[in-house]
């Protein structure tokens, strides 16, 4: 069953790291783009494990270059999250 499709509008959240430190708090959780418009969900094919594909699902989302530019700042330092909307 797919989670996603084509057409539906999500949420997407940077999902903060927990410092290595003992005493540090985690980084909250922060709104990267708002109301993205999924615009294509790739086939997933089962017999082609990857390190990628391990990690999360790829999908095509339709946004601002502003929240592209946003959008790819924060999954270089903690991981993506979307919620439908």
């Not at 980084?27 to 494990?49: G, N, T």
Request: hydrophobic fraction near 45%; glycine fraction near 8%; proline fraction near 6%.
């Amino acid at each position: 069953m797919e989670l996603l499709r084509t057409g539906d509008r999500v949420d997407v959240i940077a999902a903060g790291a927990v410092p290595e430190t003992s005493g540090g708090s985690p980084v909250q959780a922060r709104l990267v783009a708002r109301h993205a418009l999924v615009e294509r969900v790739p086939q997933r094919v089962d017999d082609q494990v990857s390190a990628s594909s391990a990690r999360g699902a790829l999908i095509v989302l339709s946004v601002p270059r502003r929240t592209a530019t946003m959008l790819a700042g924060a999954s270089a330092v903690s991981p993506l999250a979307v919620t439908l909307c």
